[in-house]
């Protein structure tokens, strides 16, 4: 199911998953609900068709030789470029459903234990074939949380799908199917070279496999937008490319296509609210290529790991930041040690809670997301970095050596 379903302008944050114990945690956990409580967030809506609501927070090198097909398989090739009709037919037997089953429980004591039902529907591409096995990216939402994948292909044949791997973070996920009946699949393009201004077109299953491989058209309305979303790992700022092409839910993991047939983009969400059309963004083709390939290899995205629980400053209330954090009036932001994972870089390091952390390598950390964001980006498991933060109202550095993420958290 999506992690980040459609809200608006004015439906708070989910409230944060972080275990505390103590007056200090009890504290916390009244900040936490207070401020998550009146938090406002801009809607997204992910391009997914649920059967009923479903509530949720929401590289730069070419395909490298393992993405590519083997010699029985050809890639996508348009002859014609830039005429729609030839880009969709040829692209449209790489482009699958993909539902999402999960199993459900009758409280009237009917039916057999454990019948799956489903739970969403989404889109996905084929983007490789191997021997007897054939691949598909699409996002992680589509597939998280399910019991069993199934994929509807291009001849109406319904096949069972493996997770290959997954990420949270960045909404990414690879499947894997038998490759009996795969014939063609999709060939990427370098979403880097992209302007405002281009035509594009989106392939997908809106509001469901009834209107499946459906095609619109639109534009690049933007590229290196950001937009922040919330995930099931935490708070993400996601770089994405923003187009009119029209998406609705169901088209979540399907491509968007630039006029030589090439995948430039992986649909992932909107912006929902009321007065808004037109505003849809999608994963660039490079940013998913370097994700897929990590996910092929180790089945997961490694990512190093600090092994703190964070608070951001700015929701702490000043009566809590006065009394009990102590800092100088002109540090106003960073981001609070809300818990420690036992035996965590930074409990080896000496970290202790209600430390404000303010820099990672000399960098200015101002909330969460920047220290994610530096630490997902710019460092590596192993690495060692300089952690500047205030406790007691006084300043202090320690080293610590990073290790590679193993739970939820930063």
């Known amino acids: 199911?999506?992690?980040?379903?459609?809200?608006?302008q004015n439906e708070t944050n989910r409230t944060y998953r972080r275990k505390s114990k103590g007056t200090f945690k009890t504290v916390l956990s009244s900040i936490i609900s207070g401020v998550v409580g009146g938090a406002l967030v801009l809607g997204f809506t992910t391009y997914q068709d649920m059967n009923e609501p479903q509530q949720a927070n929401v590289r730069e090198e070419p395909a490298s030789e393992a993405l590519s097909s083997d010699s029985n398989v050809k890639t996508t090739e348009v002859s014609s470029k830039g005429n729609i009709a030839d880009i969709a037919e040829r692209l449209s037997p790489t482009i699958v459903g993909i539902t999402n089953l999960q199993q459900t429980s009758n409280p009237f004591g009917?039916?057999?234990?454990?019948?799956?039902?489903?739970?969403g529907t989404g889109t996905g591409v084929i983007f490789k074939k191997s021997g007897?096995?054939?691949?598909?990216?699409?996002?992680?939402?589509?597939?998280?949380?399910?019991?069993?994948?199934?994929?509807?292909?291009?001849?109406?044949?319904?096949?069972?799908?493996?997770?290959?791997?997954?990420?949270?973070?960045?909404?990414?996920?690879?499947?894997?199917?038998?490759?009996?009946?795969?014939?063609t699949v999709?060939?990427?393009?370098?979403?880097?070279?992209?302007?405002?201004?281009?035509?594009?077109i989106a392939i997908g299953n809106p509001l469901g496999l009834e209107f499946s491989r459906t095609v619109t058209e639109g534009i690049i309305s933007g590229t290196n937008r950001e937009i922040t979303i919330?995930?099931?790992?935490?708070?993400?700022?996601?770089?994405?490319?923003?187009?009119d092409a029209a998406i609705n839910p169901g088209n979540s993991g399907g491509p968007l296509i630039n006029m030589s047939g090439?995948?430039?983009?992986?649909?992932?969400?909107?912006?929902?609210?009321?007065?808004?059309e037109g505003l849809g963004f999608s994963i660039p083709s490079n940013d998913v290529l370097s994700i897929v390939e990590q996910l092929m290899e180790n089945g997961k995205v490694e990512r190093p790991f600090l092994g703190v629980g964070l608070i951001d400053l700015s929701e702490v209330p000043g009566y809590f930041v006065r009394d009990n954090l102590k800092l100088p009036e002109e540090v106003t932001k960073g981001?609070?040690?809300?818990?420690?994972?036992?035996?965590?870089?930074?409990?080896r390091a000496g970290l202790q809670e209600k430390d404000v952390i303010v820099a990672l390598n000399d960098n200015e950390i101002e909330n969460s997301s920047d220290l994610r964001k530096y630490l997902y980006t710019k460092t590596k498991v192993g690495d060692?970095?300089?952690?500047?933060?205030?406790?007691?109202?006084?300043?202090?550095?320690?080293?610590?050596?990073l290790t590679e993420k193993d739970v939820t958290g930063a």
């Open 1 to 8: 199911m999506g992690y980040y379903d459609e809200f608006d």
């Open 110 to 119: 009917r039916g057999e234990s454990g019948d799956t039902a489903e739970a």
């Open 132 to 183: 007897n096995e054939a691949f598909i990216v699409t996002n992680n939402h589509v597939i998280e949380g399910s019991q069993q994948i199934e994929v509807t292909l291009s001849n109406g044949e319904k096949v069972k799908a493996e997770i290959v791997g997954a990420d949270a973070l960045t909404d990414m996920a690879v499947l894997k199917i038998s490759a009996e009946n795969v014939t």
């Open 186 to 200: 999709a060939s990427f393009g370098d979403s880097s070279e992209l302007r405002a201004g281009e035509n594009v």
């Open 230 to 243: 919330q995930t099931s790992e935490g708070e993400w700022a996601l770089s994405v490319l923003q187009t």
């Open 262 to 276: 090439e995948v430039i983009g992986i649909n992932s969400l909107k912006i929902s609210q009321d007065g808004v």
């Open 335 to 347: 981001v609070v040690v809300g818990n420690l994972a036992g035996g965590s870089p930074a409990d």
């Open 384 to 401: 060692e970095i300089k952690v500047k933060f205030y406790r007691d109202g006084k300043e202090q550095t320690v080293t610590l050596k």
